[in-house]
């Protein structure tokens, strides 16, 4: 009898994503709104490896973690946007291959997971800075910035390939309909005629291994951080440290909590349209502050681009 239902079940080749439902008319406002965002953000990150790569005086370890993220955090929002804009464009609904809906899913697993160590690596550079400033030298050499760099792209890459090669091997009935702006992880499992009991437990599994031991290790060493900055004797330089430090674990703490909220909580109908405002959050809004908190407020980040303003002006 299982067999026979599995047989007159109609598999689904593509999926329809309904965004934030059907915006009609007034979807111009939204489509601008985000078209900006995503101008902004392009703009933003690929100013800062710029920046970084021509000018020698951001050849420094904070400066080469920045340029890494700038680089990830262009193609974590190329991998959601422009689809969204589309699909806004469209009337706010638009259809998507279910291949291409899992290679959408592949890069967005891939690089939130390699943004979690990323930023896990760069509150441990500002820690050794800051705390053990005569050390940083010997603690921070190349080659442990690029190990540092190559673990955290690593580790994302093998966590989402686990995944993708189980979703791989679902198949989809139904109606096709999934209940989100992008191609997401629990919206797609929901489409799924298989049991997916399993590889729901790996998900949390893997999204607690992705999330919690990088957010533990960047809140130690900001908490250290913040010890040492009250340690400063000078109050006009306690309070510009804990302007930059605040600024910072501000943005962290919502691109971690938003991801932790979203894939660690049961999975309710009722917090469906909640956690689409929690994903933007992490997909939309993180890429977006990135650059503004973490660079272009800094003072050797304007004094490079002055820089290079007045050589392009000469030229």
Same mark, same amino acid.
Not at 58 to 63: D, E, N, Q, S, V
Not at 118 to 129: C, K, N, P, T
């Given at each position: 009898?299982?067999?026979?239902?599995?047989?007159?079940?109609? @598999?689904?080749?593509?999926?329809?994503?309904?965004?934030?439902?059907?915006?009609?008319?007034?979807?111009? @406002?939204?489509?601008?709104? @985000?078209?900006?965002?995503?101008?902004?953000?392009?703009?933003?990150?690929?100013?800062?490896?710029?920046?970084v790569i021509i000018d020698h005086h951001?050849?420094?370890?904070?400066?080469f973690f920045?340029?890494?993220?700038?680089?990830?955090?262009? %193609?974590?929002?190329?991998?959601?946007?422009?689809?969204m804009l589309a699909n806004l464009f469209n009337g706010g609904e638009g259809t998507i291959s279910v291949t291409g809906c899992l290679v959408q899913y592949y890069f967005f697993g891939f690089l939130a997971a390699s943004e979690c160590y990323?930023?896990?690596?760069?509150?441990?550079?500002?820690?050794?800075?800051i705390c053990k400033p005569l050390l940083y030298r010997i603690?921070?050499?190349?080659?442990?910035?690029?190990?540092?760099?190559?673990?955290?792209?690593?580790?994302?890459?093998?966590?989402?390939?686990?995944?993708?090669?189980?979703?791989?091997?679902?198949?989809? %009935?139904?109606?096709?309909?999934?209940?989100?702006f992008f191609c997401d992880f629990n919206p797609i499992l929901k489409l799924s005629c298989n049991d997916t009991h399993r590889i729901e437990l790996l998900s949390v599994f893997l999204a607690a291994l992705c999330s919690l031991p990088p957010f533990l290790l960047t809140l130690a060493s900001y908490i250290s951080i913040i010890f040492a900055i009250l340690r400063i004797p000078s109050s006009s330089g306690r309070k510009k440290a804990f302007s930059i430090c605040?600024?910072?674990?501000?943005?962290?703490?919502?691109?971690?909590?938003?991801?932790?909220?979203?894939?660690?909580?049961?999975?309710?109908?009722?917090?469906?349209?909640?956690?689409?405002?929690?994903?933007? @959050?992490?997909?939309?809004l993180t890429p977006f502050f990135n650059p503004l908190i973490y660079s272009l407020r800094n003072k050797e980040v304007k004094e490079a681009f002055r820089n290079v303003f007045v050589r392009l002006c000469a030229f």
């Open positions: 009898m299982e067999q026979l239902i599995q047989e007159n079940r109609t @598999f689904v080749t593509e999926f329809l994503l309904q965004g934030f439902g059907d915006v009609g008319n007034q979807w111009f @406002f939204p489509f601008l709104l @985000f078209l900006v965002i995503y101008i902004a953000t392009m703009t933003g990150n690929i100013l800062i490896i710029i920046l951001l050849h420094t370890p904070m400066y920045l340029a890494n993220l700038s680089c990830l955090e262009t %193609c974590y929002s190329s991998s959601i946007l422009p689809l990323l930023l896990a690596a760069m509150s441990y550079d500002r820690y050794v800075a603690l921070m050499n190349g080659q442990v910035c690029l190990q540092l760099i190559a673990g955290s792209w690593i580790s994302g890459s093998l966590a989402i390939n686990i995944t993708i090669y189980l979703m791989h091997q679902l198949q989809f %009935c139904g109606s096709g309909a999934i209940n989100h605040s600024s910072h674990l501000i943005v962290v703490s919502i691109f971690y909590s938003t991801i932790m909220i979203v894939y660690m909580l049961p999975k309710m109908e009722e917090l469906q349209d909640l956690n689409k405002v929690f994903s933007l @959050f992490y997909t939309v």
